[in-house]
Structures are given as structure tokens and as C-alpha cells.
């Protein structure tokens, strides 16, 4: 399966050279703080995967950050995720699912005791690739 990198720039401000505050100029509302550079590339990671995880269309991304007016205490930086590994990793929720199939399938699958939901995420992961 390819992996696809999800892309989006973003503003990180140090402050007093105590913490740095990480926000996106795309994602309105999608900010996080980290108290060393190391740490702030990780934070703002996770906060884009969070932002972006309930989204089905993302926001187009800025990619020309030369008009950008940036203060002395502020540099921007492009931050990536695999969107598809995040919700991997972090979105277990389940949600129900109606199908059809034949009526003899249905009868003879619940005499062999055959957990449909197994049964399908099984099927979804070998048709998608996944392991």
C-alpha cells in the first residue's frame, strides 16, 4: 500500500527561550506549545493528526510561504503526517455497518459460529493490503 504524506506549513514562535508555540496557517484553531524544538515538531504532528482525523476533505495547504510576515522569534516549517498509519495507530472507534448476503450464507455462517464484523475487517485488510 502507498504511503501518502499529508503536508501543511506551519508558524513556530519561541518565546523568552523557554517554550516554543507551534500554529498552522491552514488548520484555523490547530495550535499546540512543546518546550524544545525537538519536542515541538512532535506536538505539532499529533495536534495536525488530531485536527485532522473527524476530516474526510482537507484544507488545501498554503505552499508559496514567501508572503508570509513572519516576527524576529518565528520561523515556518512544513509539517508531514500519514494520515492513513495516525488513524491506524490512534482511531479504533467502531461503527456499525448494515450488508446484505444470501439468506444460506447467513444460516449456514451463524451454524459455524462466524463472527461477520472478524470476518469482514479481515476481508478489507487483504483486499486494502493492510497487515
Given at each position: 500500500?502507498?504511503?501518502?504524506?499529508?503536508?501543511?506549513?506551519?508558524?513556530?514562535?519561541?518565546?523568552?527561550?523557554?517554550?516554543?508555540?507551534?500554529?498552522?496557517?491552514?488548520?484555523?484553531?490547530?495550535?499546540?506549545?512543546a518546550e524544545n524544538i525537538q519536542e515541538a515538531f512532535y506536538m505539532a504532528q499529533d495536534a495536525m493528526g488530531l485536527y485532522l482525523d473527524d476530516l474526510v476533505d482537507f484544507p488545501e495547504p498554503t505552499l508559496d510561504?514567501?508572503?508570509?510576515?513572519?516576527?524576529?522569534?518565528?520561523?515556518?516549517?512544513?509539517?508531514?503526517?500519514?494520515?492513513?498509519?495516525?488513524?491506524?495507530?490512534?482511531?479504533?472507534?467502531?461503527?456499525?455497518?448494515?450488508?446484505?448476503?444470501?439468506?444460506?450464507?447467513?444460516?449456514?455462517?451463524?451454524?459455524?459460529?462466524?463472527?461477520?464484523?472478524?470476518?469482514?475487517?479481515?476481508?478489507?485488510?487483504?483486499?486494502?493490503?493492510?497487515?
Open positions: 500500500m502507498k504511503k501518502e504524506l499529508t503536508v501543511y506549513p506551519a508558524i513556530f514562535t519561541k518565546y523568552d527561550d523557554e517554550y516554543y508555540v507551534i500554529e498552522f496557517i491552514d488548520l484555523k484553531g490547530c495550535l499546540t506549545e510561504i514567501s508572503q508570509i510576515d513572519l516576527k524576529e522569534n518565528q520561523f515556518v516549517s512544513f509539517v508531514s503526517i500519514d494520515m492513513d498509519e495516525y488513524r491506524r495507530k490512534f482511531n479504533h472507534k467502531a461503527i456499525k455497518k448494515t450488508l446484505s448476503i444470501p439468506m444460506w450464507l447467513n444460516t449456514l455462517s451463524e451454524k459455524n459460529h462466524i463472527n461477520f464484523s472478524q470476518v469482514l475487517q479481515e476481508a478489507l485488510k487483504s483486499k486494502l493490503g493492510i497487515d
